[in-house]
T-cell receptor
């Protein structure tokens, strides 16, 4: 059973370009969370999605950032017109169900976004 | 809003010795969950141990144990018989047990160094 898969592992973009980060949850998991980690910081919650629905996007900037988790395919975190401050490691986590809040979150290895 | 504080940016311990990592949190909730995650240089987030707030008994996982003091809002991690493979960033995390869509709230982390 493969773990949470994120790609690419490293992504380099120039200011103003678009960044697309992909996350395939563990098999059987229908809930996906995205987190951002700045250098020397802990992970900060961005958005929580279930299949085809955004449940909580309170941690995601209103401008330039969007996320989706389509019925088929991976979850995508999209950052438009990237700026240097977007440089960070972006982590995806998945869980098999929501409501029983002691479920574990299974994390991917992250995508390191570098904006030149 | 909940906050998680890790006051030790870095800790160092001799191999085979015991080390304790501190974590305090602030919440007005009575139902919640606490976690310790390990992040080695590979960047993978690995769940080390978790504690349900309603349980008085401290959680234990092999060489890892916690000292959960609910009244003091303290959740420290004790690593016994430290091994070189324990070297990593350690993050304390909080999750609401309210049944909502809350993600994890992380502390800033403690960098654990194991001296051979």
């Amino acid at each position: 059973n493969a773990g949470v898969m994120q790609n690419p592992r490293h992504l380099v973009r120039r200011r103003g370009q678009e960044a697309r980060l992909r996350c395939s949850p563990m098999k059987g998991h229908s809930h996906v969370y995205w987190y951002r980690q700045l250098p020397e910081e802990g992970l900060k919650f961005m958005v929580y999605l279930q299949k085809e629905n955004i449940i909580d996007e309170s941690g995601m900037p209103k401008e330039r950032f969007s996320a989706e988790f389509p019925k088929e395919g991976p979850s995508i975190l999209r950052i438009q017109q990237v700026v240097r401050g977007d440089s960070a490691a972006y982590f995806c986590a998945s869980s098999p169900f929501q409501g029983q809040n002691n479920e574990k979150l299974f994390f991917g290895s992250g995508t390191q976004l570098s904006v030149l | 809003a909940q906050t998680v504080t890790q006051s030790q940016p870095e800790m160092s311990v001799q191999e085979a010795e015991t080390v304790t990592l501190s974590c305090t949190y602030d919440t007005s909730e009575s139902d919640y969950y606490l976690f310790w995650y390990k992040q080695p240089p590979s960047r993978q987030m690995i769940l080390v141990i978790r504690q349900e707030a309603y349980k008085q008994q401290n959680a234990t996982e092999n060489r890892f144990s916690v000292n959960f003091q609910k009244a003091a809002k303290s959740f420290s991690l004790k690593i016994s018989d430290s091994q070189l493979g324990d070297a990593a960033m350690y993050f304390c995390a909080y999750r609401s047990g309210g049944g909502g869509a809350d993600g994890l709230t992380f502390g800033k982390g403690t960098h654990l160094i194991i001296q051979p």
